[in-house]
């Protein structure tokens, strides 16, 4: 009996939350999914600018030193 109300009550969220959203997956991001390639580049441009911001800032700092 609990197992039963359990799951009527997931499928119930399920249903809610699949038909707000619209049921199409990547609606709700802030940037097209559609052009991999393109989606590729960003994701390439903003983890590269994220790992190499440090070592461009050390490399400014040890430059500035001599």
Do not use: C
């Amino acid at each position: 009996m609990l197992g039963r109300s359990s799951l009527l009550i997931s499928n119930g969220i399920k249903s809610l939350v699949r038909n707000h959203h619209g049921g199409v997956p990547g609606e709700n991001l802030p940037f097209e999914v559609g052009n991999k390639y393109k989606l590729t580049v960003l994701f390439i441009a903003f983890f590269g600018s994220g790992l190499g911001l440090p070592f461009l800032i050390l490399r400014h700092q040890l430059l500035k030193q001599q």
